[in-house]
């Protein structure tokens, strides 16, 4: 039985920091293309959604937040495809020494639908 190759992408894009709504917007115009050319794994950069930020910014809650709330979109979008792709990650259980919630750089991985990690 011969087995078919993985058909993948490898991205490389111009994040915008603090924009995640255009960044998550070049991401679907990305995925829907790479669909429709037999692609079936997908992989963006690091902090892909949020890009890199300086000063304060990283310390608002509510930016935080919003950035998270764009993996659904993302997940949503990984129907019939997987994608992996970098964003903003929260521990609301711990709180570094200046007493900031501790964030992470992390990778997420969406196939079919659903958030796998």
Known sequence: MKKEPLKMALIQIEVEPNQPHLNVCKMLEIIQGERAKGVKLIIFPELVVSGYMIGDRWNSRSLMHDFINY???????SKGITIIWGNV??????????GCVRKYSAAFVASDGKMLC
């Open 89 to 98: 990650e929260l521990d609301e259980s711990k709180t570094n020494a200046d």
């Open 71 to 77: 993996n659904e979109v993302i997940v949503e979008a």
